[in-house]
């Protein structure tokens, strides 16, 4: 690792088969834990290189407990995180909107690291196990319409920084794998990002995918459709920036969509808005990222049939339901 720093230090960039080489050692547990860090440092003072995110992606895929859902077409909504707004739990709400509507979901998600409450956080206050077996999660996909992927449970790596990445408390470059790793492989993406470089460098990576993708990014740095400012929207087909009124009929304020201090906290706003007793800013937040990841997956002729079909899954009780079958296979 001293050999890799020192390189890193005078400003080289690895290349893809390098990048690969140290994520694969890092899972591995070959560097201590302040090597690791120094590492993890490097690439919180420069960009990243594509060929350095793509070399880490192959890493973490070749060494990750792949999940088969026996063929089901997922969606899978996920933020980069890091966006340090600490908002409530926007993606995996609109996961289980989403799951109300019909479309299966496998959820990838991890621990806060920026924010009060990650999505496994409140998965796990909502008395979700956090679990790496496929057949459950299989059963879970099958009659709750979603399951739940904890990727430190099939990410070797990511277990083995999950600590530094918790003392350090600001965003890494893990931050930027995790929606590119889920284990589960899904059929369409929501992907937010933090930033617009991270965007376009998505826009990149989802591209060679082949698969539909839709990538989010408010102009005001949040990592998913805010509301408090216009949106840029990168799909398969191009790109644009829409407003709120257009994505979600209003706008909202920061305050509006605060996310707690506490994971408790962060839960008991969960539960309140997946119920129907959500504010009218905490609903349309909700309603426009569901929306755009229903659009995604090309079952709706236009945005305003996915966003009526978001409003009907919460509003009927739907998306609670999902949660309630969800949380009985416990």
Sequence with gaps: MK?????????????RQQANEVLT???????????VTAFVTVYLMRSITIDELQGFRDALLEL????????YKTMDIV???????????????????????????AKHGNYGVTSTSGASNVM??????????????????EIANICFLHAPLFHPAMKAVASIRKN????TFFN?????INPANPDFQLVGVYNLEMARIYNYLLQQSGKPFTIIHSLDGYDEISLTDDTKVITNSGEKVLTPEQVGKRMVHPQDIFGGNTPEEA???FVKIIKGEGTFAQNAVVFANAAMALQCSGTYASYDDAYDAAVDSLESGKANECLQKLISLQ
């Design 124 to 141: 796990e206050q909502l008395g979700y196990k956090l679990k790496n077996d496929t057949a459950a999660l299989k059963k879970e996909v």
């Design 168 to 171: 350090l408390g600001v965003r």
């Design 267 to 269: 839960c008991k706003i």
């Design 25 to 35: 050692n890092i899972s591995k547990s070959v560097y201590n834990e302040y090597e």
């Design 176 to 180: 930027m794998l995790g929606p590119m």
């Design 64 to 71: 990750c407990t792949k999940v088969d859902l026996n063929g």
């Design 79 to 105: 933020g980069t995180g890091g966006d340090g707004k600490n908002t409530f739990n926007i993606s995996t709400l609109s996961c289980f909107i989403v799951a109300g509507a019909g479309q299966k979901v």
């Design 3 to 15: 050999k890799i720093l020192q390189y890193l230090f005078e400003h080289k960039t690895l290349s």
